[in-house]
């Protein structure tokens, strides 16, 4: 997102997190497109003897090994959700700017992001039923499975933003392992309330179905319940976001 170290500031990462809600509700909406689609999830439906899994994690792990290959995870804004599988990319390197601390690198919840998509998130906004396309459904989980996880890894570069700012405010509690000081000194309430407000309303106007015919009133209808941004913001975006800070705060010293 930011070329140049000087280039990271505050206002510049909130910047980014606020483009970062553009693609999340426009995955939301992409992923509503389509019902739950069980066998999309079924461990038993694909008919391989090369791989044991479900169709997503097929479509996931292999689209991970060709993105790999491509470069994607040479980006420190990129965490891949099945690491063991890569291999290492056969592009030119980019120089991209090294402004996060080396124990960045062995920061990743993506498991954990993982299941509360499927087993919290999913049953919130898309209808129960089978349309059939298992494939189109999956590749619309990754997307917003990478973009959520893009948002809420993005914590680390605000964490050290936010570090280098006020190094006198974290030192102390980082040196004492203060998990829940740090998570005190990260967490504004106002502004957390004013992320989800702009989520949903961003939710709500992506969403709506637009006509031509001044007559028609589907203008009102919406592809989604927009609420649904909101409460993936406050339930899991926000919160692991912060995860991610002080996680990356704690290895910050060493």
Do not use: C
């Amino acid at each position: 997102m930011a070329t140049a170290e000087n280039e990271y500031t505050l206002d510049s990462v909130r910047k980014a997190l606020v483009r970062e809600e553009d693609t999340i509700v426009f995955g939301l909406i992409e992923r509503a497109k389509f019902p739950f689609n069980f066998h999309t999830y079924d461990q038993n439906y694909l008919q391989t003897p090369d791989f044991r899994g479900s169709l997503v994690e097929f479509v996931v792990q292999n689209t991970e090994i060709v993105q790999a290959k491509a470069g994607r995870y040479e980006n420190p804004e990129e965490n891949p959700f099945f690491p063991e599988n890569l291999q290492s990319s056969l592009v030119p390197s980019y120089p991209f700017t090294k402004i996060l601390h080396s124990g960045a690198a062995s920061i990743n919840i993506n498991k954990s992001l993982w299941k509360i998509y499927f087993d919290d998130l999913l049953p919130l906004f898309v209808a129960s039923g089978d349309d059939g396309n298992y494939a189109q459904t999956a590749a619309s989980d990754l997307s917003l499975l990478q973009a959520i996880s893009k948002r809420v890894h993005y914590g680390k570069f605000v964490a050290e933003v936010k570090f280098r700012e006020s190094p006198q405010d974290y030192e102390p509690l980082i040196r004492a392992k203060d998990r829940e000081g740090l998570m005190k000194l990260l967490t504004f309430k106002s502004v957390e309330e004013m992320v989800k407000k702009r989520v949903e309303k961003k939710a709500t106007l992506f969403g709506q179905e637009i006509s031509l015919d001044s007559n028609d009133d589907s203008k009102e209808k919406q592809r989604f319940d927009p609420s649904v941004a909101s409460k993936l913001y406050e339930k899991w975006v926000i919160p692991l976001t912060k995860e991610v800070q002080v996680d990356y705060l704690l290895r910050r010293l060493d």
